[in-house]
């Protein structure tokens, strides 16, 4: 099945850097690959998706890039906030009958001010 | 807000008894799965209904069981509770099948303890 490896686990940035969160899966069928943020105590929270079909994606500081070939994709944020500190999950949906998302071990982002 | 509401957020349990999670998606969300995170880790598939059937279970032993109602509620229950169930477990949507691609939301989650 599916499996999705993520690096690095912990990630310690200084405010204004940028903060970069690679992801690798194992099925070349799988088509959508979801990030999610999650806060201590807290559901995770979609914060930038891409599909199969699409090579970058977008959304302010926040972007993601797949390389299909290479099977893997990479969540960039720009200019880091306090408020980025969280623990970020990547995760690949495997092109099967019946099954949802496979999530990586995630990592602990900390930006310092 | 996801649309995604479950129930209890927090319950605690005496290891051998049963527990019933419950979870109310948005009108026309036919999937819904179901997640157990345990602490310091990612959320782990339990199993997936679509339009009131199982379709896809993870790494789960029987005594993890689910329903899904066709008014979008869905239940997860488990049996014979053990200490490594103690976990967050988390209930998620979508409107459309789980390998369409479609946004996936997920609950507020609940956190079960058992002792």
């Known amino acids: 099945g599916e499996n999705v490896e993520q690096h690095p686990s912990t990630l310690s940035v200084q405010e204004g850097d940028s903060a970069v969160i690679k992801c690798t899966y194992s099925d070349s069928a799988s088509n959508y690959f979801p990030w999610y943020k999650q806060e201590l105590g807290k559901r995770p929270q979609l914060i930038i998706d891409i599909r199969s079909n699409v090579g970058e994606k977008k959304d302010q500081r926040i972007a993601v890039t797949l390389n299909k070939t290479a099977k893997h994709f990479s969540l960039h944020i720009t200019e880091t906030q306090p408020e980025d500190s969280a623990v970020y999950f990547c995760a690949a949906t495997p092109n099967q009958a019946g099954t949802a998302l496979i999530f990586g071990k995630g990592t602990t982002l900390s930006v310092s001010s | 807000e996801t649309g995604v509401t479950q129930s209890p957020t927090h319950l605690i349990k005496t290891r051998g008894q049963q527990v019933t999670l419950r979870c109310s998606s948005q009108?026309?969300?036919?999937?819904v799965s179901w997640y157990q995170q345990a602490l310091g880790q990612g959320p782990q598939f339990i199993f997936q209904?679509?339009?009131?059937?199982?379709?896809g279970r993870g790494n789960f032993p029987p005594r993890f069981s689910g329903l899904q109602f066709p008014n979008y509620s869905s239940e997860l229950n488990v049996n014979a509770l053990e200490l490594d169930d103690s976990a967050l477990y988390l209930c998620?949507?979508?409107?459309?099948?789980?390998?369409?691609?479609?946004?996936?939301?997920f609950g507020e989650g609940s956190w079960l303890t058992v002792v």
């Open positions: 009108s026309g969300h036919n999937t």
């Open positions: 998620a949507s979508s409107p459309g099948g789980f390998n369409s691609g479609n946004t996936i939301y």
């Open positions: 209904y679509y339009r009131e059937e199982e379709n």
